[in-house]
């Protein structure tokens, strides 16, 4: 898999563009495929405040996966839109607060509704492209709620580290064992306590 870079003026080029995809309206499943922290300047409706830049790839049955940009902004004025995207992959109940975890966001799954937007582009053409209406709860859809991502690679340390409390536990049961050893080592020399010791032999390992 070749890695991103940056191009020289005077690199070689190979690789096409891909061609673009404009799904019809309707709902997909989704998963979380990039996350980008960045600072939306602000506007005449928005005033300045940080932005989460997201990449979702739409499944699609007809079209197979395509790339869709969605954009958050974190500002009071737009809270309910943050809200439902959270409730959209399983991290927030309605009603309920939530501390915003961007770190488990990649690799999230949901439900999603999208919409063909029309708007002109910097050359006074008419362009559309795909946009998130809607973000489905997630628990509404496939029942239940999402693990984190993130905690899936906590659960092995917890398993590994039960056999070694138990190990303390469990010396105080072979202690005694080396003082016997030492009375069936030294019982040989005496011929007629060799059957005494005998009835420590064995059993006890």
Request: proline share 7%; with cysteine; aromatic share 12%.
């Amino acid at each position: 898999m070749n890695q991103e870079r940056e191009l020289g003026w005077e690199d070689e080029i190979e690789k096409d563009g891909g061609d673009f995809i404009l799904l019809p309206e309707g709902d997909y499943d989704f998963t979380v495929a990039k996350f980008e922290r960045a600072r939306f300047q602000g506007s005449a409706k928005m005033p300045a405040c940080n932005q989460a830049k997201l990449e979702l790839t739409v499944h699609s049955p007809e079209h197979g996966d395509v790339t869709v940009f969605h954009n958050l902004f974190l500002h009071t004025k737009t809270e309910g839109l943050l809200s439902n995207f959270f409730a959209g992959i399983g991290q927030k109940k309605k009603g309920e607060k939530l501390r915003m975890n961007w770190g488990t966001v990649i690799g999230s799954k949901g439900r999603l509704h999208l919409e063909v937007n029309k708007f002109k582009g910097n050359d006074g053409n008419e362009k559309t492209n795909n946009q998130v209406k809607k973000f489905y709860p997630y628990e509404e859809v496939f029942g239940g709620q999402q693990a984190p991502q993130q905690n899936a690679y906590q659960q092995p340390a917890a398993q590994y580290q039960q056999p070694i409390q138990q190990q303390p536990m469990q010396q105080p049961t072979y202690q005694p064992q080396p003082q016997q050893q030492q009375q069936q080592y030294q019982q040989p020399f005496p011929t007629n306590n060799q059957q005494q010791g005998g009835g420590f032999t064995p059993g006890q390992f």
